[in-house]
């Protein structure tokens, strides 16, 4: 299917295909929050994942690091081009914002309440936080969270890297979203749509 004359761009005709495509499987109910995190090999593949199952957007949570360098880089080859990126120094802001849109947000971390990942109900409204690769999430944006959730494992050593425990939880995420047919019907409403076609710079032929 081609864009749509409203939408059509100067692009060939497989190029406008494959912006529809990406449009109708875009998904606005999931989204990552990622705090602290400044390793800039993880913060790429995180934006790959995100892209990869139709993260719309993410929130990036900054309060002991320099502004973040590494979501300037807006080349096509970049997932940074196709993903909008809200950055914040302040958990408080930067909670309200994603409650705007996500009715649940769940953090990765052990404690007595924790939740099992297959246990969760990823088909609704949700964020997922992400945090340091050394401290993991502050306890200020663990008291923001609505819960927290661990991936199960068996090995020595009881932790993922970063970006594979966000790819493991973002296509759990997609495993459940598309038995539900969630990647068959578009999400993203009309103003949405527009704002990730301005974000790619691609603007409609006059």
């Known amino acids: ?3 749509s004359n409203k939408h059509n761009t100067q692009l060939s005709s497989e190029r406008n295909e494959r912006v529809e495509h990406v449009l109708i499987h875009r998904q606005n109910d999931l989204t990552v929050i990622l705090e ?11 934006l790959r994942t995100c892209d990869a199952v139709g993260v719309m957007e993410i929130f990036v949570l900054n309060t002991t690091l320099n502004t973040y360098k590494h979501f300037d880089n807006r080349k096509s080859s970049s997932a940074n081009k196709w993903m ?45 936080v992400f945090g340091n690769e050394r401290n993991g999430i502050s306890k200020e944006t663990l008291t923001l969270c609505d819960g927290n959730f661990i991936i199960p494992q068996v090995g ?44 790619w710079e691609l603007k409609p032929c006059l």
């Open 84 to 128: 909008i990126v809200h950055q914040y120094t302040d958990a408080e802001s930067c909670f309200s914002h994603v409650r705007e849109q996500y009715k649940k947000i769940y953090s990765t971390h052990l404690d007595k309440d924790t939740m099992d990942l297959y246990e969760l109900d990823l088909t609704d409204s949700v964020a997922l």
């Open 36 to 46: 602290n995190v400044n390793d800039p090999h993880n913060i790429a593949a995180v």
């Open 1 to 3: 299917m081609i864009l």
């Open 156 to 199: 020595m050593i009881q932790s993922l890297n970063i970006s594979v425990a966000c790819a493991v939880s973002l296509y759990e995420a997609y495993r459940q979203k598309n038995m539900k047919a969630h990647y068959l019907q578009k999400k993203v409403t009309e103003p949405q749509e527009n704002m990730l076609l301005s974000h």
